[in-house]
């Protein structure tokens, strides 16, 4: 077994003591999933503060809680619609309340440049979530593109860790914005099929 396994192991087996506990409580998902907004809410005062390795620690925690309160749901049969609609809302609030954070850190220190890029990954970042929740109403799946919310989190975490904030911030906005384009091509060409389809039928 690699060194890469057996921590992805330990890992796993650590999240599944944590799910069952978290189930025997009988804790509702809907309250973990607004603790990890309330814990990420924590992570934006400390960016904000300029305390970022701190604030990369408790993005991690926060960061448990997105990874177990489906995992909980499921265990405890309690998956509604509504938490899978409460965990996408909870979860922009999140993303944003990070660079929030981040924007009030590069106000305070009134470095325009970065204050303009991190409100535009914030925007990003919403957007790379709408363009996929708004083409799955039209063509059922849309999962093509890097730049998601695990992603974004690792990246925002390795940033704060290692105090290379600046550097991350530009590679989630290039990539963000990439993934972007690339839903709204595929959502193009997939829509611009069933539109084809739908004008050979009505021919017919």
Known sequence: MTYTRAIGWVSGKIIDRIVSALALSRIHPNVLTFLGLVINTWAAFLFAAGSFRWAGVVVILAGLFDMVDGRVARETNRVTRFGGFFDSVVDRYSDASQFLGLLVFYA????????????????????????????????????????????RLVLVIIGALFNRMAPVLWLIAVLSTITVIHRIRYTWTRTELVDRAAAKGQAA
Request: hydrophobic letters at 45%; aromatic letters at 12%.
């Open 108 to 151: 305070r220190g009134e470095r325009f440049t970065y204050v303009v890029l991190t409100a535009f990954v914030m925007i990003s970042a919403i957007m790379v979530s709408y363009t996929r929740a708004r083409a799955e109403s039209l063509i059922g799946s849309c999962r093509v593109g890097f730049m998601e919310r695990p992603e």
